[in-house]
């Protein structure tokens, strides 16, 4: 019995653990910017074949319902990521996938040529003249990589990021303490300030 409960709050503890982590990931590095334009990004995820996989479904799910509300709202959807084996590039089936299955119809840029998060963000920069609010969607932990170099490569843009809704509560919950570990991984390979969402931006 003794051994059951501790292995529940345990499984308890890794849940909210993982749940914490994302919500504080989605959150750092932004503002609270206004503004009539804006320009949701979304970053593709290793889809090898011409079927948009899982991942690449639930991210373009949650780039549509990151586009603000309210007719003065001018949204341009950005899909970025390029062909992993030769094929259709990534952003190419994400705005198919967006059109077809979920029936968008604002205006979408395509982004096909970056293979890294680094060359996501410097291939979209060009797309992101004029808008006054920039929101990068992903898992958490990737948007918040991808945020920070957006900083390192331009602070201007940097200072236009807002909160996409690529975070839920109870979203993927039970994968979620796996994504918190893989994102501690990942994240490594920022910096102190851009992890907790210090300094300047």
């Known amino acids: 019995m003794r051994r059951r409960t501790g292995a529940a ?15 504080r990931w989605s959150r750092t590095l932004v503002g609270d910017r206004v503004g009539d334009a804006e320009a949701v990004v ?12 899982l991942v690449n479904r639930w991210r ?8 603000a509300a309210g007719p003065a709202v001018s949204t341009r959807m950005i899909f970025s990521g390029g062909p992993t084996t030769g094929g259709t590039a990534e952003a190419r089936l994400l705005a198919d996938y967006a059109r077809s299955q ?34 990068i969607v992903s898992q958490p932990a990737h948007a918040l990589k991808a945020r920070a170099y957006l900083r390192r490569q331009r602070p201007d843009l ?20 796996l994504l918190a570990v893989y994102g501690l991984w990942t994240l490594r390979v920022l910096r102190g300030d851009e992890r907790r969402g210090r300094g300047s931006r």
Request: no cysteine; charged share 20%.
């Open 102 to 135: 979920h029936a968008f119809v604002g205006p979408v840029f395509l982004e096909d040529r970056s293979r890294t998060t680094w060359e996501n963000i410097t291939q979209v920069i060009p797309l992101l003249a004029g808008v006054d609010r920039i929101k």
């Open 42 to 53: 979304v970053l593709g995820y290793r889809n090898p074949g011409e079927t948009v996989n």
């Open 9 to 23: 709050i345990a499984g308890a503890a890794a849940l909210a653990w993982g749940e914490w982590l994302n919500w």
């Open 158 to 177: 940097a200072a236009r990021l807002v909160r996409a809704e690529d975070y839920r509560p109870g979203e993927w919950l039970l994968a979620k303490p």
């Open 60 to 67: 373009v799910r949650a780039g549509l319902r990151s586009v």
